[in-house]
């Protein structure tokens, strides 16, 4: 079993829509939680980090549920700026970061 | 203040050569990580440095990679010798032991295995 689980999409939607991302991990330890975002060729960048009472960057939400380990981004206004790929991200607790496969997001004019 | 910086950006070689990626983290990060990219795949770890010290190399292919962070700055990642499966995008990456603070990534190293 994978530690970090993610829908790879692709998801495709239009500018203005709000859409969702959701990630599960499975050690119940883990301790840290990140998004990544990552565009065509380029390394990962951090998006934000996840906080336990969630947290909110402009149109980026991020929510954490340690009982169910689930974590979610959520994008509102979607901006053709958007399109990249999203990756979760988990620290474990013993400094190991664990990536999913990502979710590659395209918005269309 | 300089990020991870990685070289070279792209590296084609033929199968059974080696090869050898470098690594400079960002100045006072103590971990280090290597990374593995396939397309459409997200990062996966070969080896975590703390320091000098290879703390988790579960993940490394020891039959032909290897690694070193002699002083623990920075680090070389070595295949040899380099199989067609070995194509992919080659991550470094660095962080503060502090905390659960997030990892910082280099731009990568291309590789193609001919």
């Known amino acids: 079993r994978k530690e970090v689980e993610q829908d790879p999409g692709p998801f495709n939607v239009p500018e203005g829509a709000t859409v969702a991302f959701n990630c599960t991990y499975s050690n119940s330890a883990s301790q840290s939680f990140f998004w990544y975002r990552q565009d065509c060729r380029k390394e990962p960048k951090l998006l934000m980090s996840v906080y336990s009472s969630g947290n909110e960057d402009g149109r980026f939400t991020a929510q954490l549920n340690r009982a169910s380990q689930y974590i979610s981004l959520l994008i509102r206004d979607s901006k053709l700026s958007d399109s990249a790929t999203y990756l979760c991200v988990v620290n474990d607790g013993a400094n190991n970061l664990f990536f999913g496969t990502g979710t590659r997001l395209t918005v269309i004019p | 203040e300089a990020g991870v910086v990685q070289s070279p950006r792209y590296k084609i070689i033929e199968k059974k050569q080696p090869v050898a990626f470098w690594c400079n983290p960002i100045?006072?990060?103590?971990?280090l990580y290597w990374y593995r990219q396939n397309l459409g795949q997200g990062p996966e770890l070969l080896i975590r440095?703390?320091?000098?010290?290879?703390?988790?190399d579960s993940q490394l292919p020891k039959d032909r990679f290897s690694a070193e962070r002699l002083k623990g700055v920075d680090s070389t990642l070595k295949i040899q010798p380099a199989e067609l499966g070995d194509s992919a995008v080659y991550l470094c990456a660095s962080s503060s032991v502090e905390g659960h603070t997030e990892a910082f990534f280099g731009q990568g190293t291309r590789l193609t295995v001919v």
């Open positions: 440095y703390e320091n000098e010290e290879a703390v988790d």
């Open positions: 100045s006072g990060h103590n971990t």
